[in-house]
């Protein structure tokens, strides 16, 4: 284990695992699933009320408009919940970013709603991990911060935003404000493996939905009036699937549409996913789709209108982020934590902030694990263990390095 210094001792010896526990419990206890507007309204202010200990404005933003495309192929807007976020001396020259998410997967009528001890060092919940257990680490470390004597040259902003699981489409215009400018960002998501390894470089990815219209007819009289939509969104799905490639996963996911059988169906929408592994592969499937499209329009005399595309740009692994990274295995080395990173097709808003050129670590959160499931968990020892990995990331990046 490498020493640390007088300062960094002083600045880790009041973190304590159990005030992140009851946080965690009591904001476990609120769903706060996506769509759940109130449940995620409840939260924001209970997450107001908790980040006002910092020495900053505490400020909830509206949403940003999102546009969705209903299963009739109509286009409108989707609300979310407001964006919680708190402003540290933002004059300060050098400044960092922090982010993490209020919402989880589980609506509001999912079963999966309480608490449960697996065992004495295991808790099992709903958002435990993923990521309220985060939220509370990085309080924790910014508190520790504060306390500390460098923390009056430094700022920061802090973003906990209410969209992440959908995509973040409704707070990325805050996510590109707030980093821009930044010299590191820090993402509260869990780690990658519950042994504590960090999420290294990440692939992209785009949601998309094309609106296909044809032409009804009787399928027994005129069938051959009809212009099928269904069967040319059929055709367009396995021509995208036939993309998928090392470096490019592409996924068709449904397609909705049709109506009697003895009808042409003269609309249908299919959705897809893709994962590009990076800018070119993104750039590349954007030149196939419009190929793509254009083949399906004059095969099946159908019109596609596409919606979408790549909300969470790839995130390779830059000197700079690599630097950042190898702080953070070095801090976790001084405080007796094995540190290591590996690629991942997961995507967080940590692929937002660092296509802005901010070096960013995204699954500084706890240890944990079964994320997106009835079956997450928390390892609780890991509270007090990445909330002092933070505050020591913190306190080295703001310039006291030094081991006495």
């Known amino acids: 284990m490498q020493q640390l210094s007088a300062s960094?001792?002083?600045?880790?010896?009041?973190?304590?695992?159990?005030?992140?526990?009851?946080?965690?419990l009591a904001w476990s206890a609120i769903n706060t699933g996506t769509r759940n507007l109130a449940g995620l309204a409840m939260q924001a202010q209970v997450l107001a009320d908790a980040f006002a200990v910092l020495p900053g404005t505490v400020d909830l933003h509206a949403p940003a408009p999102v546009e969705t495309v209903a299963a009739d192929g109509t286009v409108g807007l989707l609300d979310h919940g407001a964006h919680l976020v708190v402003r540290v001396r933002p004059d300060a020259p050098r400044r960092y970013l922090l982010t993490g998410h209020m919402d989880t997967?589980?609506?509001?009528?999912?079963?999966?709603?309480?608490t449960t001890w697996l065992d004495e060092t295991t808790l099992g919940g709903p958002g435990v991990a993923d990521m309220k257990g985060g939220i509370a680490v990085m309080l924790a470390a910014l508190q520790a911060l504060e306390a500390s004597p460098v923390a009056a040259a430094v700022g920061y902003d802090v973003l906990i935003n209410a969209d992440e699981e959908t995509g973040s489409l409704s707070s990325a215009p805050l996510i590109a404000r707030l980093a821009t400018g930044k010299a590191a960002a820090l993402t509260y998501e869990p780690s990658a493996l519950p042994d504590g390894t960090l999420a290294g470089a990440r692939a992209g990815s785009g949601n998309y939905s094309a609106v296909v219209t044809g032409k009804s007819a009787h399928a027994g009289r005129n069938p051959d009036d009809g212009r099928n939509a269904l069967v040319?969104?059929?055709?367009?799905?396995?021509?995208?699937?036939?993309?998928?490639?090392?470096?490019l996963s592409v996924n068709p996911a449904r397609i909705d549409g049709g109506s009697a059988n003895n009808v042409v169906p003269d609309k249908a929408v299919l959705r897809w996913n893709i994962r590009p592994a990076n800018e070119a592969d993104a750039q590349g499937f954007a030149v196939a789709l419009g190929a793509a499209v254009a083949d399906v329009e004059r095969l099946h005399g159908v019109a596609i209108h596409v919606h979408g595309g790549i909300s969470r740009p790839p995130k390779p692994l830059t000197p700079p982020a690599l630097a950042l990274f190898t702080l953070v295995q070095s801090c976790g080395a001084a405080l007796g934590q094995t540190i290591g990173w590996k690629d991942t097709g997961g995507v967080c808003d940590g692929n937002n902030i660092a296509a802005l050129g901010v070096p960013v670590v995204d699954t500084m959160g706890v240890r944990g694990g079964s994320i997106h499931s009835p079956h997450e968990f928390l390892i609780v020892p890991s509270l007090a263990e990445r909330a002092a990995l933070s505050a020591l990331v913190l306190h080295r990046l703001s310039g006291e390095n030094r081991a006495s």
Do not use: T
């Open 8 to 24: 960094e001792q002083a600045l880790l010896a009041p973190i304590a695992g159990a005030p992140m526990l009851d946080q965690v």
């Open 105 to 114: 997967v589980f609506p509001a009528h999912d079963p999966f709603q309480a």
């Open 232 to 247: 040319a969104a059929a055709d367009l799905a396995l021509r995208l699937k036939a993309l998928h490639r090392p470096g």
